[in-house]
């Protein structure tokens, strides 16, 4: 992966490890461990309730985890020096209305100690030079989602920790977003690390994926690898008279088969050659077999199926976005 080649800020490495969190009866997050590495964007990928957003405030030192660490370069968020100027994050999105963008990045500015001078340049960045100057109430989500991410960058920091930022934006919004991630990423070698519930989204904009489910990890590496796995052990559909016998004998070699109603048997996690060559082996006559088209999305969807949670008596309604820096 191309990393930083002009000069940006220190490459810093996120190290997640053993995260667990529990809310009442709610496992949101459990054991989870994966790395983020700098000069690349991280797609953080799961369903709706999959615990995303509770691992990045974990990440961020907003809540206090159960058991395990998560680190910048060794560092936790709470124990660094400089913590503006090392890790810039969009969480949720709340903005003071009467306020313009400009007067509320340079609240933040004098806040965390930053020359307010820096409120115009992140403006210009993320295209809201001219809509700076006016409220922030009647910003539109994509403004909304620009001036939040205005205000991850005010330090200059060498990590983005965004929690769905593609959020409400329309496809331009999405096109700016990802070539403006991959920028921060591989021109400038900032670690990025990008939650969404599309992978669709990420498609195209993350180097590598960690895939969450039910609060566990399920999948972490390269899109390339992710491709190819997809590609190579995925879902075979396969025929036969003997639909009975073929299942117990790919059943003997450790191959997940189910047969349905009409006599097709599905195979997960293999390929025609493989189950081919093993009802081949015990003489099991086939009248059909085929890798059932396997893209990304339906690996995705495979992985991830059936695990999205949400908390008993809570309605689950829409995500309710706000903005907010880490920094406070
Ligand atoms: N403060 C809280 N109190 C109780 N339960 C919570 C709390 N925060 C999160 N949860 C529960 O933890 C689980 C994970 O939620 P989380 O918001 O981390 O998921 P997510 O992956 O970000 O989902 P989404 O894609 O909808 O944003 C859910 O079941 C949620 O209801
Ligand atoms: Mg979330």
Not at 75 to 88: D, H, I, K, Q, S
């Amino acid at each position: 992966m191309p990393s930083g080649t002009t000069a940006g800020p220190r490459p810093v490495r996120i190290e997640v490890s053993g995260l667990t969190k529990t809310f009442g009866t709610v496992r949101a997050v459990s054991d989870l461990g994966f790395t983020v590495e700098p000069g690349s964007v991280t797609g953080f990928l799961g369903p709706n309730g999959a615990g995303k957003t509770t691992t990045l405030r974990m990440v961020l030192g907003l809540i206090t985890p159960d058991t395990g660490t998560a680190t910048f370069d060794g560092v936790p968020y709470g124990a660094l020096r400089e913590p503006v100027r090392t890790v810039g994050a969009v969480l949720e999105t709340a903005f003071h209305p009467a306020r313009s963008g400009r007067d509320h990045l340079r609240v933040y500015c004098r806040a965390a100690g930053i020359p307010v001078a820096r409120a115009d340049e992140v403006l210009e960045r993320v295209g809201l030079a001219t809509a700076g100057r006016r409220r922030a109430g009647g910003y539109s989500l994509g403004m909304r989602q620009r001036l939040a991410l205005a205000t991850a960058l005010l330090g200059d920091p060498p990590v983005l920790v965004l929690d769905e930022p593609a959020n409400g934006l329309d496809p331009e919004g999405i096109l700016w977003l990802r070539g403006f991630l991959r920028h921060l990423a591989h021109d400038e070698g900032r670690t990025v690390l990008v939650s969404s519930h599309l992978l669709a989204e990420m498609e195209q904009t993350a180097d590598r994926v960690v895939i969450v489910g039910a609060g566990r990890l399920v999948r972490q590496g390269s899109i390339a690898e992710l491709r190819s796995g997809a590609q190579g052990a995925g879902t075979v559909l396969v025929r036969s008279p003997e639909a009975d016998r073929l299942v117990a004998v790919l059943a003997t070699a450790g191959l997940a088969a189910t047969r349905s109603e009409d006599g097709l048997v599905t195979v997960e996690g293999a390929t025609p050659a493989l189950v081919g060559a093993r009802a081949f082996a015990a003489q099991v006559e086939l009248h059909e077999l085929r890798a059932e088209s396997t893209g990304l999305e339906d690996l995705y969807f495979r992985l991830t199926a059936g695990q999205e949670q949400f908390a008993a008596g809570s309605p689950a309604g829409p995500a309710q976005y706000t903005t907010q820096g880490a920094a406070r």
